[in-house]
């Protein structure tokens, strides 16, 4: 009987990009509950899970909620013979092969499906809808279910106006721009990595704000300037 990876094989040039993406986990704290959003066959939630052993990790993608097959992706999806149950049974036996993580499987989109994540996460892998509008939306529901230190990563830095996938070079940055998060890393791989920025701290803050104001009750009003009449 022929194994299922050579009915479905993982193109080669995807499988050597895979390398080339691990170096962003570096840094990103293990043990915790993460979740990545976009999964298909869990080529890379099998690296994530192997470095960063995460307690619970939340798989989510729309997968049969799509149809029986996918209609997208040409040699990525084996020219519509990949099944999409096969994708997501492929991904979860990654995940469990590679850690020991409680895996969550969540067949829907996401922001739509938002409400399945229960708690808060350390991490957030995202690699799904690829547009601009989509992406930046994703972005907006992802980071206020992420904890204070979360860390929000994802696929597709592509800084050519022609890639088909340069929206989300575009969303990350207006993301980073109207909101307290801030890229801290992208590029190789067409990887790209976000850290909240750190608050001012608010006592400290208060202590400079009150020292400047009594700094000010000392200063002596200058006397008012006469006009010249001439
Ligand atoms: C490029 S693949 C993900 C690859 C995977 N992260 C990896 O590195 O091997 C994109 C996946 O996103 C899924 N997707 C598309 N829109 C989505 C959405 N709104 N929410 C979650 N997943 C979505 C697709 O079904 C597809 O499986």
Not at 10 to 38: D, V
Not at 59 to 80: M, Q, S, V
Request: glycine content about 6%; overall charge positive.
């Amino acid at each position: 009987m022929r194994h299922f990876t050579e009915i479905c094989p993982f193109p080669e040039s995807e499988r050597k990009r895979l390398a080339a993406r691990s170096y962003i986990l570096w840094g990103i704290p293990t043990g915790g509950i993460g979740a990545e959003i976009g999964v298909f066959r869990g080529h890379f939630s099998e690296a994530i899970a192997k470095r960063l052993k995460p307690k619970k990790y939340y798989l989510i993608d729309p997968w049969t909620c799509a149809g029986e097959t996918f209609d997208w992706g040409d040699a990525y999806t084996n020219f519509g013979a990949l099944k999409t149950a096969d994708a997501r049974d492929e991904a979860v036996n990654r995940v469990r092969s590679a850690s020991d993580a409680e895996v969550v499987v969540v067949e829907g989109y996401y922001p739509l499906c938002e409400d399945q994540i229960e708690e808060k996460l350390d991490w957030a892998y995202l690699d799904a809808s690829h547009s601009f509008e989509n992406t930046l939306n994703e972005l907006r529901h992802i980071a206020k279910q992420m904890k204070p230190q979360g860390v929000i990563f994802g696929d597709d830095w592509q800084p050519d106006p022609a890639h088909e996938h340069h929206g989300v070079f575009r969303a990350v940055q207006q993301f980073s721009r109207t909101s307290n998060w801030q890229i801290v890393a992208c590029g190789p791989g067409a990887q790209w990595k976000l850290h909240r920025m750190k608050r001012p701290n608010a006592k400290k803050h208060a202590n400079a704000t009150n020292a400047a104001s009594a700094q000010t009750k000392d200063v002596k009003k200058p006397k008012p300037v006469k006009k010249r009449s001439d």
